[in-house]
């Protein structure tokens, strides 16, 4: 039962849950997080469908598995897709929200969104993202009627859990293949191996795509330390921003320059020149555009 099913009625008995994530360490492609749920009763039925961790197996079972869980009516799975642009846009911010807070709203969302289907959920397991203590109790706070165990390698102790890190594994791999990019530079291939950042393939893929203007496409999550590298002569970028100064002060017509040695990458320390710039009274339809009146031709 997907999410968009209609609710079937074994939902109103005490249900469990399992919650597990696909493509942590890629540096190319979403981060997926999946759940999968089904009635108590049905738990021993569940071990018996030799679900067990998604990278254990190969393709072939894993789609398997998939499509066997799809069409049984005593579970129900969600998924959510977290898009590198994402990714790479939280993690880099001025407020910054790192990989586990990410990873740990993910969840939080996919709990919300079962028990806001009228799903009875009564138990929780997840495969921990950082202290498994720690996350256990800002997940029981958040849900009180829940009970959660939260543990290391839960998607081999536990089938539920299993099960959503197939969900999870297959939903990424079919994104990856079936993802389109939005660029339209000459040569551009989806030959970029397994995503990893120690595959020889997905290294390559990163050298061939590289723009020392533009970065790298869409596809890629730039704030990963991996892509630094790449960048040694990068092309300098200047742009107006609207934020105040870090003292909370602003110029007189509230903008300033910014000016990043580095674009598009990450690195302990980034040394970020801010200079007044110019433009007081101009429309922000041209500012958000940064279109300049012409005065000569």
Known sequence: M????????????????????AGRGPV??????GCLYCARSYEKTLSSLNFADSKTLKEEKREELFENLKADESIGWAVDIIDPRELSAKML???????NEISHDSAIGLITKVLNMGVLLTEVYVDTVGDAEK???????????????VAKKADSLYPVVSGASIVAKVTRDRALQDWVLEETAEDLHKNFGSGYPGDPNTKAWLQHHKHLVFGFPTLVRFSWGTCTPYFKDIVEVLWESNETDGDGSSSANGKRQLKLSNFGV??????????????????????????????QF
């Open 2 to 21: 997907g999410s968009g099913a209609a609710i079937p009625q074994w939902t109103s008995e005490p249900c469990i849950m399992g919650i597990d994530e």
């Open 28 to 33: 190319l492609g979403p981060m997926v997080y």
């Open 93 to 99: 911010k001025k407020n910054k929200i790192n990989l």
């Open 135 to 149: 996350y256990r109790t800002k997940l029981s706070e958040r849900f009180p009627a829940v009970k959660f165990v």
């Open 266 to 295: 990450t690195k302990s320390k980034r040394k970020i020149e801010e200079i007044e710039s110019s433009g007081k009274g101009r429309c922000k339809f041209f500012m958000a555009r940064k279109l300049e009146q012409v005065t």
